[in-house]
């Protein structure tokens, strides 16, 4: 192969805006969980279940992400492509509503799931009870552990998921727009 059918074949697949926007949602999904783990690893703010919830998109989209941008760049049908995007969109959506859920639980804007917000209840006899708060350390779903900006980690979940989403409507657009 010739470095010039190298060149064109590699700017074919680098100019397909399908490509690129599943690769942007796989590396911003990737970047997302590893300041999530390093927060968690190395700042030590434990996340709560709300939190960890809301990594599942994440989850999602970075292998769905990869896999996108392999079958746009080896021309596989749009159908594939778009159902991909569309995929992404709904879990970025998703997930931008439950980091909006999760940021008005932080603010006491409505009571959140009883598990991570409600009144600690059914803490054994009294002769275990030093021994079992001890051993358990209840991270509150209402509790906001860090802020920068004024928002909390739920509010820039937000506000990535939502840019995600965007990313994902540009690649639906894209993918329409090229023919098989």
Known sequence: MTSDAVHSSHARHAADPAVVA???IAVVAAATLAGAWFFELVL?????????EQRYAYYLALPLGLLIAFAASR????QVVLAGFAVL????????????YHAGVEWQFWQGPTDCSGPIADLGSAGTLLQRLDTVKVIRCDEVQWRFLGLSLAGYNVL???AMAVIAVW???SARRVVS
């Open 44 to 52: 030590d703010i434990r996340p709560c279940p709300l939190c960890l």
């Open 75 to 78: 021309r596989a049908p749009r």
């Open 89 to 100: 969109l709904l879990a970025a959506l998703a997930n931008a509503w439950l980091g909006g």
């Open 171 to 173: 690649g639906i657009v």
């Open 160 to 162: 990535i998921s939502l």
């Open 22 to 24: 599943a690769l942007a």
